[in-house]
């Protein structure tokens, strides 16, 4: 269970408060306005954000100090998810070791990972060469082969279009329930949110709100997020 | 809290705990520098303190470099004024390679361009076989016009490519709306072109003012004698006639708070000078486009063209005559300088890497390795001299100081331009790497080393080019023994064996050149977008 006790992030004059937790394998979408905080909570969650008070917890143990690489934790940020100087194969790989010394068993990994994802035949590409959906699809494939047990997504797919984008999140759903990881989404469109959430996280007015149904909360919005669904 | 184009708070490393690079290497490099560069100087001070006060000749010298820096800006930059602005309105065949060619002297020997000149205006040269031809009186380079003139060669250029960027500066949109408006040419200068002059001239004649303080190698070969000597050149003069290390201690001071004093103002402009990207564009300016106007632009662009190529064609010509017979000297020399150069090399790009990953979290670091900047090659090498000299024989060391004091001196370009490709490539991929664990030597080698390798390569050639062809600090040391290109061409010049300085001359421009290039193209080689 992934545990925010307490937590209060500041960020110059920006604070965001969470004190909530997150049940293992779940699939929690993180929706609010522009500018509420869904980035930075993903980011203390990372360990890119240090946090000024409280703690976060994965299963029982502290990750508050941990730094971001030995945390249970893969990543997908906005854009920049791949390095365009290497490889797809070697982007992947450095999902397995960051010094890219791979051994043969690790590159039978890295194949695995590519063939999963359909990636199988562009392994030697550079992420330039590759259409959009193909370059989510190889970080997706990083994704997979970190084995790490929480996924963040921060908007990984906004540049995408919509239906490139609904392929993209139904990869992501199977991934996670594949391999039982905990995922927290943030996204701009509810629809994200219904499609492959359960549940949603609202962050609005400096608080990040425990984990509710996304149905139920999109359905009976409270007034700040009538406001920014706009309707 | 500052935020980024589009609204997200901007990510910044954290500067306490997890850093993805250790800060080490770059303590080390600035260690190094500051006792590179201040311990020369505390000696130089000490000593200077024993030297007497300076005497009539030194401030004589301290006037000469003044006055000879000031002509050279004031000339060059009002020089440059219609020449860049003619650039800027006019397309035409060759455009792109004159542009190159306009960044060419900075890495071009200060001693081959002094045998072009020579070849041009000297007294065999193709000038006075004109005049003569006239039926006119000769001209003679030496002295303080033969200064400013090859300081005009070398930094005209300079101010023209500083100029033509304030130009492209000016939105295309304004142009149009003058024509619209049927604003004349004389309008169009006061209106649009004056007020960015303003702004670009005071800087640039200020930049180049500072790099004409520390003018040696052209006061060494077309100045000298009591009325055309720069405080550089009487250092040089202290040490190489009187050997009075007092007095040139005292000049060493000098040259410093000369230097120091006008450094300051010059670094805040210099912020703006880029390598000239981008300057391929023309703008269209109907105004212009006058039989009269379009006439004097081609004129001015002929002239200048002409200025610049002249001495660099006839150090080709009078060149491949003297190759031929280039005593072995030549030869070895060439071999030393290509080590000299490779090592400066090596060792800026080391020290420029190391301070700009240490300045990501801590930006003053940067103003560190500017320093190299605000002093001059001979007051280091007159410093290092005093401390090496109870111990060893300086001219043992004389390859080893050169390749130092050369990495010193290139280490602020390297800088200017690796720091904000590292800091890109931090805000960019940063997080990636640091998620994924790739610290130390894993990043830099998957990370930070391809993605900088343009700068990487645009810098060292910059270096290797300028070492190639540096004449300073060598001067000092050097015993007959051991020569770098540029000096044992400026000991054939001397012994009047000008066939030979020509040939030795060629060469060093060849391989001047080709170091840059070899270097940029291997940068640009195969480097991932």
């Known amino acids: 269970m992934l545990r925010f006790e307490d937590v209060q992030i500041t960020q110059g004059d920006f604070t965001l408060r969470a004190d909530l937790s997150v049940d293992p394998g779940a699939r929690v979408a993180v929706i609010g306005p522009s500018g509420a905080g869904k980035s930075t909570l993903l980011n203390a969650v990372a360990g890119f954000l240090d946090i000024a008070a409280g703690r976060i917890s994965w299963d029982g143990g502290d990750i508050t100090a941990t730094p971001p690489a030995a945390r249970p934790v893969a990543m997908l940020f906005q854009d920049n998810n791949l390095f365009p100087h290497l490889t797809v194969a070697q982007n992947i790989g450095l999902g397995l070791r960051p010094d890219l010394r791979l051994s043969t068993d690790q590159r039978v990994l890295v194949d695995g990972a590519l063939d999963r994802v359909g990636l199988g035949a562009l392994g030697d590409r550079r992420p330039g060469q590759l259409s959009g959906g193909q370059q989510g699809r190889a970080a997706l494939a990083r994704v997979l082969i970190q084995r790490k047990p929480i996924v963040l997504l921060d908007e990984p797919f906004a540049a995408l279009g919509p239906a490139l984008k609904t392929e993209m999140l139904d990869l992501v759903a199977e991934l996670a329930s594949e391999t039982g990881a905990t995922l927290l989404m943030v996204s701009h469109d509810p629809a994200d949110a219904r499609r492959i959430c359960p549940q949603t996280i609202l962050v609005d007015e400096g608080r990040a709100a425990p984990p509710t149904d996304t149905a139920h909360l999109l359905d009976n919005p409270p007034p700040g997020l009538r406001a920014y669904l706009g309707n | ?529």
């Not at chain 2, 260690?31 to 030297?51: D, E, K, Q, S, Y």
């Not at chain 2, 193709?126 to 002295?143: A, H």
Request: with cysteine.
């Open chain 2, 1 to 529: 809290m500052r935020r980024l184009p589009n609204g997200k708070r901007r990510w910044r490393a954290r500067v306490t705990r997890h850093a993805p690079l250790p800060a080490w290497p770059g303590l080390l490099a600035g260690l190094f520098l500051c006792a590179l560069i201040l311990g020369p100087l505390a000696a130089v001070t000490w000593r200077a303190g024993g030297g007497g006060w300076p005497v009539a000749a030194d401030w004589a010298a301290l006037r000469f470099t003044v006055l000879q820096a000031v002509l050279s800006a004031l000339i060059s930059v009002a020089l440059a004024v219609p020449v860049a602005r003619a650039l800027a309105r006019r397309r035409f065949p060759g455009r792109g390679p004159l542009i190159t060619l306009l960044g060419a002297p900075f890495i071009l020997p200060v001693i081959v361009a002094v045998l072009g000149l020579l070849a041009v205006f000297g007294r065999g040269g193709v000038l006075n076989d004109l005049l003569l031809w006239l039926g006119l009186p000769r001209v003679q380079i030496y002295g303080l016009h033969g200064v400013v003139l090859a300081h005009v060669f070398f930094n005209l250029p300079l101010a023209t490519r500083m100029i033509l960027q304030g130009w492209q500066a000016i939105p295309a949109e304004r142009f149009r709306l003058a024509a619209s408006l049927g604003m004349s040419p004389g309008t169009v200068l006061r209106v649009l072109e004056w007020p960015m002059l303003r702004g670009v001239l005071p800087g640039a004649a200020l930049i180049i003012f500072a790099l004409c303080l520390s003018s040696f190698a052209v006061a060494l070969t077309l100045g000298g004698g009591p009325r055309a000597t720069t405080l550089e050149l009487a250092i040089y003069q202290a040490f190489h006639f009187d050997f009075d290390l007092g007095r040139a201690a005292v000049l060493a001071v000098m040259q410093l708070a000369l230097v120091v004093a006008a450094a300051a103002p010059a670094l805040r402009w210099g912020a703006a000078t880029g390598f000239g990207a981008g300057l391929d564009r023309v703008q269209r300016r109907w105004e212009a486009e006058t039989p009269l106007l379009r006439a004097q632009d081609a004129a001015l662009i002929a002239l200048v063209a002409l200025f610049l190529l002249t001495p660099l064609a006839a150090v080709v010509w009078r060149g491949l005559a003297g190759v031929a017979d280039m005593p072995a000297q030549v030869w070895r020399a060439a071999a030393v300088s290509l080590g000299v150069s490779l090592a400066a090399t090596v060792l800026c790009l080391a020290l420029a890497l190391a301070l700009a990953v240490l300045a990501l979290r801590r930006p003053w670091i940067e103003a560190l390795g500017l320093m190299g900047i605000a002093v001059s090659p001979l007051v280091i090498g007159t410093g290092l001299f005093l401390i090496v000299n109870p111990w060893a024989d300086p001219a043992r060391l004389a390859l080893a100081v050169t390749a130092l004091v050369n990495a010193v001196m290139a280490l602020p370009f390297a800088l200017r331009m690796i720091l904000p490709r590292l800091r890109e490539v931090e805000d960019s991929h940063g997080r990636l790497a640091t998620s994924l664990g790739m610290t130390g030597a894993a990043r830099l080698r998957w990370l930070i080393l391809p993605r900088l390798r343009p700068v990487l390569g645009f810098s060292a050639g910059l270096t290797a080019a300028l070492a190639m062809g540096d004449l300073g600090v060598i001067a000092l040391f050097a015993d007959m023994e051991n020569a770098t290109l540029p000096l044992q061409i400026l000991r054939l010049m001397g012994a009047y064996r000008m066939e030979q300085a020509a040939g030795a001359g060629l060469l060093l421009l060849i391989l001047s050149l080709a170091l840059f290039w070899a270097f940029d193209r291997g940068g640009r080689d195969n480097a991932a977008v």
